[in-house]
């Protein structure tokens, strides 16, 4: 069976736009990827709004997972131009080898549910990767970047 997986990024998107893309979809769960949930630029993401309001908006359920992040020394390493987006995507997924996600992530978990994160695009983000690496183990998994 088909495992449906979502990811979007808040960045670039007004209130309206991020909430209705989720509801139009019908994410059931959003799946916070992100390193630093708490941060005044996460606007209204931040971690203490974004559970009520999904809930309240469009009855999906919020969980934060940051196993699914990077870590703080390959984000920056990143930023500052001291590695390529190459050598990040390399270092990103020996990470997720190494946390041992598919112990604990599930298809049945993620079917329907939307990894959340900051980049307006998933071309250069964490979330794509992290979707490719389970469609990588489980095989039947699509990908539908909102």
Not at 47 to 72: R, S
Not at 98 to 107: G, K
Request: aromatic share 10%.
């Amino acid at each position: 069976m088909e495992t449906v997986v979502f990811t979007i990024g808040f960045a670039q998107k007004s209130a309206r736009e991020f909430f209705t893309k989720l509801k139009e979809a019908g994410v059931r769960t959003v799946v916070d990827v992100r390193l630093n949930n708490v941060s005044q630029l996460a606007g209204f993401t931040k971690e203490q709004d974004l559970p009520y309001f999904l809930q309240e908006i469009a009855g999906i359920k919020y969980v934060h997972k940051p196993e699914l992040a990077p870590t703080k020394d390959i984000l920056d390493a990143y930023k500052k131009k001291h590695i390529d987006w190459a050598e990040y995507e390399r270092r990103f997924r020996q990470l997720l080898i190494e946390r041992r996600v598919n112990d604990v992530i599930t298809p049945r978990f993620l079917d329907k549910a939307c990894l959340l994160c900051s980049e307006p695009k998933p071309d250069k983000c964490h979330r794509r990767l992290t979707a490719e690496y389970f469609r990588e183990l489980w095989g039947d998994v699509k990908i539908v970047h909102l």
